[in-house]
Nanobody, 123 residues
Framework: QVQLVESGGGLVQAGGSLRLSCAAS????????MGWFRQAPGQEREFAATISKTGGNTYYADSVKGRFTISRDNAKNTVYLQMNSLKPEDTAVYYCAGSRAPWGVTTNEYEYWGQGTQVTVSS
């Protein structure tokens, strides 16, 4: 069992940056691929980024590629999402998730979810 807690959300102006963190409980963090998803009001939860168990591979949605960077520190049981050049359309609740699969881009591939952190980008 893995428990995930996100932090770092907030209100930022367009063009600004935020770094989200997701702290995992337990000693098996390195066994899970990790992902970040986001959900805007009235919309489905969508994939943003994923990172493999060792951190050697990453993959991004086209909408965030070149602006967001996912990373992890297995010694600290933490995964990060650095978000730069933020746009109003990035406004959403951001969730981190853990998967036993090598990695995943759909919600069905993830077994563990955090409670989410709100990111609001003003224009």
């Amino acid at each position: 069992q893995v428990q995930l807690v996100e932090s770092g959300g907030g209100l930022v102006q367009a063009g600004g940056s935020l770094r989200l963190s997701c702290a995992a409980s337990g000693r098996t963090f390195s066994r899970y691929a990790m992902g970040w998803f986001r959900q805007a009001p009235g919309q489905e939860r969508e994939f943003a980024a994923t990172i493999s168990k060792t951190g050697g591979n990453t993959y991004y949605a086209d909408s965030v590629k070149g602006r967001f960077t996912i990373s992890r520190d297995n010694a600290k049981n933490t995964v990060y999402l650095q978000m730069n050049s933020l746009k109003p359309e990035d406004t959403a609740v951001y969730y981190c998730a853990g998967s036993r699969a090598p990695w995943g881009v759909t919600t069905n591939e993830y077994e563990y979810w955090g409670q989410g952190t709100q990111v609001t980008v003003s224009s």
